[in-house]
């Protein structure tokens, strides 16, 4: 890919404009996660077969997520990003029509895979503006998807408060967000495909240094989506709390996360990314333990709070890791971007089956089983300890990274 000379000024404009997509595709997803309540009653569902609905987003996005570079290879980036983030926005509204088990399962199969692949096209541009402006920026870019998340939950929050109906709800919110994400998506990067360039290919499996990644990628989505999706459930049918309370129980969680992903690059530019990671596993296990013992709504909050500082940044962690991992950055970033985020959609899935078959509780020590895994295997990241970019003078010019 190539484009017209970018001085030092447009890179840190890109970067802007890149944290904002990321920050509306966050909305649309604290948007529904606080609804997915009123989703279930509305279809009629009960906790199993909304995890199994909930499965169809996963298989949305394993089918779509390789099509991305695709996409972006024939349009460009900036027009790619922007196609793609519209269409998300907009399927916002789907999950909330749907009148059945059917339906629902249709609908979120489309919301997975717009979601998807504008997941993957926003990433690929965030790694390469950290790598033109030649410093960590992949948490903080992940930071303004949480914030996002949290605006969007605190809209659900106020909404599910009010008893409002949730297809007025994200008709609303889905035309706002539609609105930012095409404005900040013209101020993107615009890489454009060299003359003579092939398209990448559509379906190519990622490099093994991608799988590991990935796979302590996949420990912390699982947990991320277990708890955007099911926190609120878990307060309502486990601790009797109100709508209100449970959906506040989501919108705490995105808020830590938020938090953590805004601190992050400083704390991994001090500690390095092993023993960040190994650190938030702890974290996320002890949040997992109050989560599974707890007696009381507080007591899970805190849990769900804790479960979120610790996994906060380890996705940022493994986009960056495998932009860097190997010759063919775009390829490695879609593999862990497919695992993580499968990871991410099919998590409720698997937490509503195993609560069907025993209960929410048990459900949740699996999160808090996996979230272990990211202190056992946090070493896969050391390459990216070593290889990541220096800091650069703010007044610097900006060197095309690429041969």
């Known amino acids: 890919m190539s484009e017209v000379g970018y001085d030092a000024h447009e890179v840190r404009r890109a970067r802007y404009a890149v944290a904002a997509v990321f920050a509306v595709h966050g909305a649309v997803t604290g948007s529904f996660a606080t609804r997915v309540p009123w989703i279930q009653d509305h279809a009629s569902v009960s906790a199993g077969q909304l995890g199994l ?14 099509l991305a570079g695709g996409i972006s290879h024939r349009f460009g980036a900036r027009n790619a990003l922007r196609g793609l983030i519209a269409l998300w ?4 509204v789907l999950p909330s029509l749907a ?13 997975g895979a717009t979601a998807g692949m504008a997941d993957v096209a926003m990433n690929a541009l965030g790694v390469e503006v950290e790598n033109r402006l030649g410093r960590s920026i992949m948490s903080g870019l992940h930071g303004m998807w949480s914030a996002g998340a949290v605006l969007g939950s605190l809209g659900g929050t106020l909404a599910a408060h009010l008893g409002a109906d949730a297809r007025l709800h994200h008709a609303l ?21 060299t003359q003579g360039e092939e398209p990448p290919p559509r379906f190519a499996l990622p490099p093994r240094s991608a799988l590991l990644i990935g796979a302590v990628g996949f420990c912390a989505v699982f947990a991320e989506g277990a708890s955007l999706d099911w926190s609120a459930v878990y ?19 995105t808020l830590t996360m938020a938090v953590a992903r805004l601190a992050g690059d400083k704390v991994v530019d001090r500690y390095g990314a092993v023993r960040t990671v190994r650190l938030g596993g702890v974290l996320a296990a002890a949040g997992g333990l109050l989560i599974v013992t707890a007696g009381h709504p507080a007591v899970a909050m805190t849990g769900f709070g804790l479960m ?23 390829q490695a970033i879609a593999g862990v971007a497919t695992i993580t985020y499968t990871s991410g959609l099919v998590a409720p899935s698997a937490i509503g089956g195993l609560a069907q078959l025993t209960s929410l509780v048990v459900s949740f020590a ?4 996996l979230s272990c895994g990211l202190a056992a295997f946090a070493g896969v990241l050391r390459k990216a300890d ?3 970019p220096t800091i650069s003078r703010p007044d610097a010019a900006v060197p095309d990274p690429r041969p």
């Not at 919110?173 to 495909?193: E, F, I, N, R």
């Not at 709390?241 to 705490?252: K, W």
Request: glycine share 8%.
């Open 366 to 369: 699996l999160v808090t089983l």
């Open 99 to 111: 009148p059945n088990l059917l339906t629902l399962c249709l609908a979120l199969f489309t919301f």
């Open 308 to 330: 979120g500082l610790g996994i906060a940044v380890v996705v940022p962690l493994c986009f960056a890791a495998a932009g860097r991992s190997g010759p063919n950055p775009s």
């Open 386 to 388: 070593r290889d990541r």
């Open 53 to 66: 609905a909930l499965a169809f987003p996963a298989l949305g996005a394993s089918v779509a997520m390789p």
């Open 173 to 193: 919110a889905a035309a706002v967000l539609t609105v930012l994400g095409v404005t900040a998506s013209t101020w993107v990067l615009d890489l454009q495909p």
């Open 235 to 253: 307060l309502r049918d486990q601790l009797d709390s109100s709508a209100g309370l449970a959906a506040a129980c989501t919108t705490g969680f």
């Open 89 to 92: 926005t907009l399927a916002l």
